[in-house]
């Protein structure tokens, strides 16, 4: 039986809880902000399940295939890139009495977990209702610390961590991934006005400006993910880094909004997550 995780809900900004990004074309320009529309990087999420339940693993891989051939997977993503209407989930209380799937996750991801209310929203959360469901479950999702989410599947508090999680070789110790479930990349946050990219056309020319900067130079990222690893260097993912100084955010939003305030120079997140947040600070532009 999972204990119950001792970290209140994290604050999310209101604008990372705009259900429907990318519904619209992002602004690129016509706001504070844009996201320079070249992928710096590739890989692939996955669930990360205790390792302590191998059935547990299984069948998450069962039903991950599962909702790819049956056209659940593409149903939800289009609640969030298309034109469907994203669907609240709810969390059960936690109760160890009860049959219950514990899912970690860090709410503050738009379009993958986020929260309106007392309801969880994003691709993941749909994803972990239709889960549990599978599992014959009570859903119940703890919401953390991005980097609490490994960690606390790998202490058994929880089940699975569902948090647009990279599969990565140091999060291996903590948890078993799934399967991949969905591909990503790193994308880069200026601000608007910002011309210093307008010449590039690939990672690489994006890096060659980066790599001319120094440690005066600032780049938010999300604490804990693939974002803060390319900007300082990660040896196990290739990552040389660059000489700026890494400045970490609890999410995104916070990282852009210090942006937009002059204390930093630049944000490498995640792309959806990007283009969701440049077009909700836009719009309150």
Not at 16 to 27: F, H, I
Not at 38 to 67: H, M, R, W
Not at 117 to 136: C, N, P, Q, T, V
Request: proline share 2%; aromatic share 10%; glycine share 8%.
């Amino acid at each position: 039986m999972k204990k119950l995780l001792a970290i209140g809900l994290m604050i999310v900004l209101s604008v990372t809880a705009l259900a429907g990004c990318g519904k619209d074309k992002a602004v690129n320009g016509n706001g504070a902000v844009k996201v320079i529309d070249i992928e710096l990087t590739d890989e692939e999420y996955a669930f990360g399940v205790d390792k302590t339940q191998p059935e547990l693993l299984e069948s998450v891989n069962a039903f991950i295939k599962e909702i790819q051939e049956n056209g659940t997977f593409d149903a939800i993503c289009n609640n969030y890139f298309g034109d469907g209407t994203p669907v609240a989930v709810t969390s059960a209380a936690y109760d160890e009495s009860k049959d219950q799937l514990v899912v970690a996750t860090n709410a503050a991801f738009e379009p993958f977990e986020y929260t309106q209310g007392d309801s969880y929203y994003g691709i993941d959360m749909e994803i972990a209702k239709a889960l549990a469901d599978y599992l014959g479950k009570e859903l119940v999702i703890q919401n953390m610390e991005f980097d609490a989410v490994c960690l606390s599947v790998g202490q058994q508090k929880c089940d699975v961590a569902m948090a647009g999680l990279t599969i990565k070789p140091d999060r291996e110790e903590y948890v078993n991934f799934s399967v991949p479930y969905y591909s990503a990349s790193q994308k880069l946050i200026v601000l608007s006005e910002n011309t210093e990219f307008d010449g590039c056309t690939d990672a690489a020319s994006v890096e060659a400006v980066l790599q001319t900067k120094d440690s005066s130079v600032k780049v938010g990222v999300q604490n804990g993910t693939t974002g803060q690893f390319y900007s300082e260097g990660d040896a196990d993912w290739g990552f040389d880094g660059f000489p700026v100084q890494t400045v970490g955010y609890k999410n995104g939003s916070l990282a852009v909004q210090d942006l937009i305030n002059g204390n930093i120079q630049y944000v490498i997140i995640d792309s959806a997550p990007a283009a969701c947040i440049t077009e909700a600070i836009n719009k309150m532009q």
